[in-house]
């Protein structure tokens, strides 16, 4: 493009500055060829006029357009040049406070003297692992693609950090080794991260000083190389330093300082430790007073002291050895004020030997006192005959000192530098390094002297290597793209130095110079003229003679020859150093020995795997006056192995910048800047770029940008590269322009700019036209709102006049109407007063007229009345006459028969047979009464010892406080006010006692009320008795119809089936025999049995309203009274196990819990004292009951039925005894042998045939028990039969009766007897008296049930009120303490806080262990319940066995005892010892999750508790715990070998949680158990408290939790940062600005693996399904989203916060989108009440903040008042990075950034800036029992689990 097109009007260009050095103006007027000026607009608006050289032709710079400004890379510019690059530093550094900026591969840095919050933790963890380029410049993207490439490429890296004093080298090189040291730690102990980054301290202080530029200087150079082994982690380190200021030691110039080190030791020279060095303040010593001011702001020297000592001890350095390096440190200072005294007019010299400083000196170096005052003024010449001593003159003696102490603070250093590197070393073979050189910049002063000269000529040589290797990057980037190869010329600086380092050349001549015994300084100079005159980088100045003129690449320098000679010769004498060698402090004496293996650097190989460790220092040997090897020669060769070592790596580059020199944060000096720029080579990279093709696009970052130039012909070819070839050929017309590459395009300067300005113009056009089109809907809008606003006018003016016309007319009508009915109204009234007067006559008239009538109708009736009356009275009378006559005639009748019945009634009574019929039954009711009479005097008794008890009590409390007031009174005579209260007290008391015994009076009057009650419902049950003989009449018929042929076959089928349920048994019976393999066990199952059968062999008198047929049954089912009976044998047991348990509860907490448990026996004592006045009156009518059913035969019969039992007991109970005594000794011994197996056998024989005895027994007791109530019966029948006539007969008189039968109805005929006496029409036999009785006890012992049901139910209903009112009793407590804790100070509140809590935890404690011992007891009842099952279901097994077929009909009672089929798998595994590791490894180990996915979720965990809750169901501790640590190290097993593997992980999580789940929902707890069922609570465990294992398994849950969300993080941690801010989720809203950072085939090798934000919600929607289908709790599966939407916002943010290029306002649209996406993926998943949306707060604000308005202090406070969640750093560098994608959006002004941080300033937020991604949420795992049965889940065969059996 020509000049005319691009020096148009409105172009921006720079022009030079005096003041600025670079100038912004504006073209007011095309140029065109020939015109001798410009016309610019400056920014001020002044006018200026441009004058242009013709014959160069040379045009101002043109200006980049706004968008490019504050790009990240330099490069990325379209016109680069000094003034673009300039501005571009100061707008990142100004505006937005950007202190970075790369410049192709080098990372500009610039001091902001400010610590800025952008090198915590989290920013290294931001930077680790991205690419440079795609996030902010910065220190740690340099040091992480130096560390990738390392690990990629396996060569050897180095980061050279290069700049003038004070523009923060070491800082940036501390950084870069922090960085190496986080990402790269140690796998080891040895800590060697922490180490290298202590070294960092000491070289400062030893090797840093303030100087006029910088407050921490260094003033040496040095390289470290930080080793890695082939994992990549940090092994060692090694560090090589270069030309110490050995002169700052004595000599400092104004405003600067010595070495920190000795202000350091000063300012600490009060510690006891250092009280014998004899220093004193700073101000007070020579070497450390030359510069004035010794202290800096901000700086604490005896703080940094102690740092640096921590440094010392960190890597190894003693304490002696530290204490002789602080004694040479403090020598030094003594030796600069030594007093030397001049004579001879200054020819010679003494110390005074009473100096107190040389006596500090040498006591402190360990050396002769004399010696060293001699020889510090004297010196030895030898020759080849004779050795002289020579005076020093004055300033010679003045030189030795200086020059030794500069050499014993080198030799220090050097010793301090080898014994760093030695801490650093390791034996681990280092596979890789990564160097870090922190060396001086180009240095030019207004007076350079030797250390100028050699800091200079080392930064050519780094010239030189930098040029080389980015010309080479440029090479290798164009040969990668296939783009024609054109020379670049760039500046080659090798003649610079061959003139410093070649052969004659500067340091030859210096060396040669020092070798002559004369030479001096101007010498060597008139050498330099001579010699190098002609010489294109050399010049002689025109005034002096004796200095010389270098052209460096950066800038021309003059150097002064004074004193190089003497610093190149660096001249100590040989008698002083013999004298130090001789110290008595081995450590002083070492730092002098001679290197006698020390190798020359030349003879180094290139290929050694491992540099040497060594200074690189003058190295000083035993020569006359001199060291052989000069400075300059051994900073030459350092400097050659230098480049060789960074030639042999990859290098990366940092050039530090200083803004200013006056060390004010963030102010900007162009002048300083652009000198800078020069001199560190930044400006020759811009230039080599420039050169070629600096801007560089991709083919779709092109098409997307620059698509509006684009036209249908462009677009009809789909192919993109060939899209933007044509684009580029219609747009460029010069082909040299651009270049097409295979993955980007190339274009020269500035033609990037060109296309911005096509595109501004084509949007300008199409903004025009948007703006015409919309400036005319809103004028046509704007008509039609006019002229919709006239017709509305019009319309309402219309409609006024209308309804004005309206009224008008109505008001018309309405006075018409007015008068029209007025009128009507005055004739209407006329014409009522006419009628109302016609009606008046009427009415009176006709009333007249009716009353007549009326006055005859009455007379009428009343005669009528009359005559009723009187014939009613006659026929009465007539009535009463016959009556009378009727009554007498039946008396006589009635009185004649009387008394004929009198006369049979005395006879009949004077006979015997009556008067026994009459005493029937009266002794019975005798005894009964008596024995009622009993019971009423016990009961009396007890309320009366309860009654003497509370009298006792009363009286004694009574008695007490007379005492009380006894001692009061005597204490206290004259207190009668008290006396008085003290006996109304006591008055009070004595009517409480009267009011209790009235209270009791009421009580037994209301008790003899209800007794009467009582009576009143024995008449009521009496008939119910009518009611149920018509059932039983009923009955009978139903029983009379039934056939035997019906009843055989019904037989035949329920033998079938109880065949086929015996069959079922016995399999399942088979399950519960394994559990005998354990000897152990089936000592506990033997006691057990023994107790059960003593138990169940006696008899009891079964209550009166159960069935007799009950009583007799041969296998009765458990009841109650039966499970009570076994307490004793429990409680035997339990004793013996107490005996053996250890005690774990203090004295105290057994205290405490006694008080408590006496405290609930008295409430429950004085409950069941209430209780008992309510079973009284149930017992009554219970009494009753029993006085009408029982009879006196009945309690015969039981008492001899028990008497005959009884003594058969106590034999068994003999029995029993001795071989419960037997298998005891047996089982006390260790030997299990087949003994215990055969003393078994032998008792389940003894068992059986005793109970085969007590049946027989049983048998013969009741068939003699029947025939003598037969008889009494045949007795009583034929006494009875006697009324009835001799001709009647009973159809069933034939029968036989069987015994029991004969029994039942011979008590059914006494109680008919006893009753009626009209029962001699029933059947001889009593069939239906006994099933009268039958019925009646079955109806009264389903009563007596329903009742204990109901009074079961309210209890437990009283139970929960009594709970509820505690718990909100409780929860009131905690309120009020709540409230009152709010009030309190924040200690007190923590303190109160802990005592509640230990206050809290010790009760739930004691409660927790008294619920656990009556749930053991309970535990063991049901245990032994479940035994008892168990040996009838053996018992019955073994009776069907020896039975024979024809008699199993007699076994029909105890197959009923055994049909439970519930009980078949009782939720047990049992497995052997040995199939342990099987278990594990087929269950854990080597199960797959696919292997389980169709079964029940978390199928291992409930396998797992099954087998548990076997071993604990045998009493197994070992066991127990056996399995439990074998499935927790089996569970950790298998997540170390799936370390990566979600799936298992999950899985594993889920078993794991599930487990810990089982062991507390059946862990016997209450507080576990509110949820379980019936069922589920028989599934508890009995024996072990497993607490401790359940905290193991808590912690191993909470490892598994932060495995899968390590596991999870890693999968989605690449996913993020694509998904989120890069993803374009809404097409074509952003569009691609121009390119940031270029990258180089080093980076640009990696594939940029780019991911949608669909693929992240699918990875997503994996998650959730694999925990949901493996039964993760869903209050864990919240907790994982919560962490992992935190980790996603964190990082989104993170990355947002370290990115400009995303800081934008269409990237906000699109976060802001894709936030949505999130959050709606949530409320599908129900995880909106997880918090995982409200981790994505700060996020949203952050996409909020970059849509809103920037403009105005209301947008300022709307942005204040929005991100709440964002820190103030936060609002500001989204605010600073914000960048407009296109010229129409506007920046960010300064102004209103400075706004909103005036806002912010009342905030307390943290300093940080970035969200630490690896935070992690407490993990809470919520109790979530399950529903599922232990007796439900099947095992699949899959498992291959065949050796666990069910029991």
Avoid at 674 to 687: D, K
Avoid at 870 to 896: E, I, K, P, T
Avoid at 1060 to 1088: F, H, I, P
Avoid at 1281 to 1309: C, F, K, L, T
Wanted: charged share 25%.
């Amino acid at each position: 493009m020509s000049a005319t097109q691009l020096y148009t009007k409105h172009t921006r260009v720079w022009i030079p500055d005096p003041d600025e050095v670079w100038r912004s103006a504006e073209i007011i007027k095309d140029y065109k060829e020939g015109d001798k000026s410009l016309q610019l607009k400056l920014e001020d608006e002044t006018l200026y006029e441009y004058p242009i050289d013709l014959q160069g032709n040379e045009l101002p710079f043109l200006r980049n357009p706004d968008i490019l400004e504050g790009q990240n890379d330099l490069t990325a510019l379209s016109y680069l040049h000094e003034p673009a690059v300039l501005h571009n530093l100061k707008v990142r550094f100004l505006e937005s406070n950007h202190i970075y900026t790369y410049c192709g591969i080098v990372l500009v840095a610039i001091n902001p003297y400010e610590q800025l919050p952008i090198y915590e933790q989290d920013v290294i963890y931001a930077y680790s692992g991205q690419n440079m380029g795609d996030m902010d410049p910065h220190i740690f993207a340099v040091a992480e693609e130096a560390y990738k490439q390392m690990a990629r490429d396996e060569k050897n890296q180095s980061i050279i950090v290069s700049g003038e004093s004070g523009a923060g080298k070491t800082v940036s090189a501390k950084y870069a080794m922090r960085f190496f040291a986080t990402v790269g730690g140690s796998t080891s102990e040895t800590n060697i991260e922490a180490k290298v980054l202590a070294s960092s301290p000491i070289m400062e202080a030893i090797g840093n000083a303030k100087t006029t530029r910088n407050d921490n200087s260094s003033r040496f150079g040095k390289y470290i190389q930080i080793g890695f082994d082939k994992k990549y982690h940090i092994i060692g380190a090694n560090m090589r330093t270069y030309l110490l200021e050995k002169s700052r030691v004595v000599f400092q110039a104004e405003d600067e300082r010595n070495y920190h080190i000795f202000y350091q030791l000063c300012a600490s020279s009060s510690l006891p430790e250092f009280k014998d060095l004899g220093l004193t303040c700073a101000e007070d010593f020579f070497y450390t007073s030359q510069g004035g001011e010794t202290s800096i702001n901000g700086m604490d020297d005896a703080d940094d002291f102690e740092k640096t000592r921590h440094a010392f001890t960190l890597l190894g350095v003693k304490e002696s050895h530290q204490m002789t390096i602080f004694r040479i440190i403090a020598a030094i200072l003594h030796l600069g004020n030594l007093d030397i005294q001049g004579e001879r007019d200054r020819e010679a010299c003494s110390v005074s030997s009473e100096d107190e400083h040389l006596s500090n000196f040498c006591s402190l170096l360990g050396v002769e006192h004399s010696q060293m005052q001699h020889w510090l003024c004297h010196r030895k010449l030898v020759t080849t005959a004779e050795t002289y001593v020579k005076s020093m003159s004055l300033h010679q003696v003045v030189n030795a000192r200086n020059a030794l102490a500069k050499h014993i603070y080198a030799q220090l250093f050097k010793w301090i530098v080898q014994h760093i590197n030695k801490a650093l070393h390791t034996t681990v073979k280092q596979h890789s390094f990564i160097g870090v050189l922190d060396i001086y910049g180009f240095e030019t002063f207004e007076v350079n002297s030797f250390e100028q000269f050699c800091i200079n000529y080392a930064n050519e040589k780094l010239q030189q290597q930098f040029n080389s290797h980015v010309f080479k990057l440029e090479q290798e980037e164009y040969m990668k793209e296939g783009i024609p190869w054109t020379l670049i010329d760039f500046y080659d600086n090798q003649p610079c130095i061959d003139l410093i380092e070649a052969k004659l050349g500067i340091l030859d001549l210096l060396d040669e110079e020092c070798k002559v015994p004369q030479g001096t300084d101007q010498n060597w100079a008139q050498k330099l003229y001579d010699r190098h005159a002609a010489s294109q980088h050399f010049q002689k100045p025109r005034i002096s003679n004796t200095s010389f003129i270098v052209l460096h690449f950066a800038d021309k320098v003059e150097y002064q020859s004074e004193g190089f000679l003497e610093k190149n010769r660096d001249t100590v004498y040989e008698e002083q150093i013999n004298i130090l060698k001789a110290s008595k402090y081995q450590m002083v004496a070492d730092l002098f020995q001679e290197e006698k293996d020390a190798v020359p650097a030349t003879a180094m190989k290139k290929g050694a795997p491992r540099i040497s460790v060594r200074s690189a220092r003058a190295v000083f040997k035993a020569a006359n006056k001199e060291h052989r090897k000069t400075v300059g020669h051994q900073f030459r060769n350092s400097l050659h192995l230098l480049m060789e070592t960074l030639n042999a790596t990859t290098p990366h580059y940092v050039r530090c910048i200083k803004p200013n020199d006056e060390k004010l944060p963030f102010k900007f000096d162009p002048e300083r800047a652009v000198q800078q720029l020069r001199a560190c080579g930044v400006l020759e990279t811009i230039r080599i770029s420039a050169a070629g093709f600096p801007s560089r696009w991709s083919y779709p970052d092109f098409l997307n940008r620059y698509r509006v130039l684009m036209n249908k012909r462009h677009l009809s070819n789909k192919d993109k590269e060939q899209i933007c070839q044509s684009l580029l050929k219609d747009l460029i017309e010069d082909p040299d322009k651009f270049q097409f590459g295979r993955t980007k395009i190339f274009f020269r300067a500035g033609q990037v700019a060109y296309l911005e300005k096509l595109r501004a113009d084509k949007f300008r056009v199409a903004t025009i036209m948007i703006q015409k089109t919309v400036r005319g809907w809103l004028q046509r809008a704007k008509y039609q709102r006019l002229r919709q606003a006239t017709l509305t006018l019009q319309r309402y003016v219309r409609g006024h006049l209308a309804r004005r016309l309206f009224e008008h007319l109505r008001r018309t009508r309405a006075a018409i109407i007015l008068q029209k009915q007025y009128r009507m109204l005055r004739m209407r009234r006329a014409f009522l007063r006419v009628r109302n007067a016609t009606l008046t006559i009427q009415a009176f008239t006709r009333g007249m007229f009716v009353r007549r009538i009326y006055y005859q109708m009455l007379a009428e009736h009343k005669a009528t009345v009359l005559q009723r009356y009187a014939r009613g009275w006659l026929a009465r009378l007539r009535f009463r006459r016959a009556r009378a006559a009727a009554v007498v005639l039946q008396c006589h009748w009635r009185r004649l028969r009387a008394r004929r019945q009198l006369q049979a009634l005395r006879i009949e009574a004077r006979s015997v047979q009556h008067l026994k019929k009459l005493n029937v039954g009266m002794e019975n009711k005798v005894v009964q009464l008596q024995r009622k009479v009993d019971e009423q005097n016990k009961e009396n008794k007890l309320l009366n010892e309860q009654l003497s008890m509370l009298t006792s009590a009363h009286s004694s409390e009574v008695e007490k406080l007379k005492k009380e007031l006894q001692q009061y009174q005597q204490s206290q005579r004259g207190d009668g006010n008290q006396l008085l209260s003290l006996q109304e007290e006591m008055e009070r008391l004595r009517l409480e006692l009267e009011r209790a015994h009235r209270q009791r009076e009421a009580m037994e009057d209301s008790h003899g009320k209800e007794r009467d009650l009582l009576r009143k419902r024995i008449s009521d049950l009496e008939e119910e008795n009518a009611l149920l003989k018509q059932e039983k009449e009923e009955l009978n018929s139903r029983i009379l119809c039934q056939s035997e042929d019906e009843f055989a076959q019904n037989t035949v089928e329920e033998n079938i089936q109880m065949k086929k349920e015996l069959e079922e048994e016995r399999s399942r019976y088979q399950n519960l025999v394994k559990e005998y393999a354990s000897l152990e066990q089936k000592y506990d199952n033997l006691k057990d049995e023994i107790t059960i059968f003593k138990q169940t062999s006696g008899h009891r008198r079964n209550p009166s309203n159960q069935s007799s047929l009950e009583s007799d049954s041969n296998n009765p089912s458990i009841c109650t009274s039966e499970i009570g009976d076994t307490e004793d044998v429990i409680q035997q047991v339990e004793e013996i196990g107490m005996e053996k348990a250890a005690m774990d509860m203090t004295l105290f907490l057994k205290l405490q819990k006694r008080v408590r448990e006496l405290e609930l026996e008295r409430k429950k004592l004085q409950a069941q004292l209430e209780k008992k006045e309510q079973e009284i009156k149930q017992s009554q009518v219970i009494e009753t009951k029993t006085e009408v059913t029982s009879e006196y035969e009945d309690f015969a019969y039981n008492s001899l039925k028990r008497q005959e039992l009884e003594s058969e007991n106590k034999k068994l109970k003999n029995e029993l005894n001795e071989l419960r005594k037997a298998i005891a000794d047996h089982a006390v011994q260790n030997n299990y042998s087949n003994d215990v197996q055969d003393s078994y056998n032998l008792l389940l024989n003894q068992l059986k045939s005793a109970n085969e005895e007590l049946e027989v027994r049983k048998e013969e007791v009741l068939t003699l028990r029947s025939q003598i109530m037969k008889a009494a019966q045949q007795k009583d029948t034929k006494k009875n039969m006697e009324s009835i006539s001799p001709s009647a007969s009973w159809p069933n008189s034939d029968r036989h009766v069987d015994q029991a039968d004969a029994i039942e109805a011979y008590q059914g005929m006494c109680e008919t007897n006893r009753k009626t006496e009209d029962w001699g029409y029933l059947n001889e036999d009593g069939e239906l008296g006994l099933a009268y009785q039958g019925l009646k006890q079955v109806a009264r012992l389903l009563e007596a049930q329903l009742q204990d049901q109901r009074r079961e139910h309210e209890e437990e209903m009283e139970a929960m009120r009594n709970q509820i009112d505690l718990m909100q009793e409780e929860l009131e407590n905690q309120q009020q303490a709540f409230l009152q804790t709010l009030q309190l100070s924040p200690e007190v509140q923590v303190e109160l806080g802990l005592q509640q809590e230990i206050t809290r935890l010790t009760n739930e404690n004691l409660d927790l262990k008294e619920l656990l011992e009556k749930l053991e007891k309970n535990e063991k009842k049901l245990k032994k319940q479940l035994k008892i099952y168990m040996k009838k279901v053996q018992d019955f097994e073994a009776s069907e066995t020896t039975v024979p077929v024809e008699r199993r009909p007699h076994g029909r009672n105890m197959q009923v005892a055994v049909q439970r089929k519930e009980k078949d798998f009782q939720g047990m595994l049992e497995y052997y010892k040995e199939d342990e590791p099987l278990l594990i490894r087929n269950l854990i180990t080597d199960l797959k999750p696919q292997a389980v996915s169709a079964t029940v979720p978390c199928l291992p965990a409930y396998i797992l508790y099954m087998c548990i809750r076997h071993a604990d169901y045998i009493n197994d501790d070992q066991k127990v715990h056996s399995l439990l640590t074998s499935t927790i190290n089996g569970v950790k097993k298998v997540l170390k070998k799936h370390q990566d593997d979600f799936e298992m992980t999950s899985f594993w999580l889920a078993n794991t949680c599930r487990l810990l789940h089982c062991l507390k929902q059946y862990s016997g707890e209450e507080v576990f158990m509110t949820q379980n069922t019936a069922k589920q609570n028989e599934h508890c465990l009995k024996n072990f408290d497993l607490t401790e294992y359940r905290q193991v398994l808590g912690q191993l849950s909470i490892q598994i939790y932060q495995q899968l969300i390590n596991i999870s993080e890693g999968i989605l941690q690449p996913m993020i940062v694509s998904a989120v801010l890069e993803n374009e989720s809404i097409q074509g809203l952003s569009s691609v600005k121009p390119m940031g950072h270029r990258k180089y085939s080093s980076n640009a090798a990696e594939g940029d693996s780019s991911y949608s934000l669909d693929e992240m919600i699918r990875q997503l929607n994996t998650f959730h399904s694999i925990m949901c289908d493996q039964g993760l709790d869903p209050e864990i599966i919240q907790q994982v989203f919560k962490q992992l939407f935190y980790m996603i916002n964190a990082i989104a943010l993170n990355n947002l916060l370290l990115r400009k290029d995303v800081c934008s306002w269409s990237t906000g649209m699109q976060l802001r989108f894709n936030i949505s996406q999130l959050e709606e993926w949530l409320r599908g998943k129900n995880l909106q009440q997880s918090g995982a949306a409200q981790t994505l707060e700060p996020l949203i604000q952050a996409a909020q903040l970059l849509q809103l308005k920037k403009k105005t202090s209301e947008d300022a406070e709307a942005i204040c008042s929005l991100c709440t969640s964002l820190t103030t750093q936060q609002i500001v560098k989204i605010l600073n990075l914000y960048t407009p994608v296109n010229e129409f959006e506007e920046r960010v002004t300064v102004a209103f950034i400075r706004n909103i941080q005036k806002q912010l300033q009342e905030r307390n937020d943290p300093p940080q800036l970035l969200l630490d991604f690896k935070h992690m949420f407490p993990v809470l795992f919520p109790f979530n029992p399950s529903a599922i049965t232990m007796d439900s889940i099947h095992l699949p065969a899959s498992l291959n689990l065949d050796f666990l059996n069910k029991v």
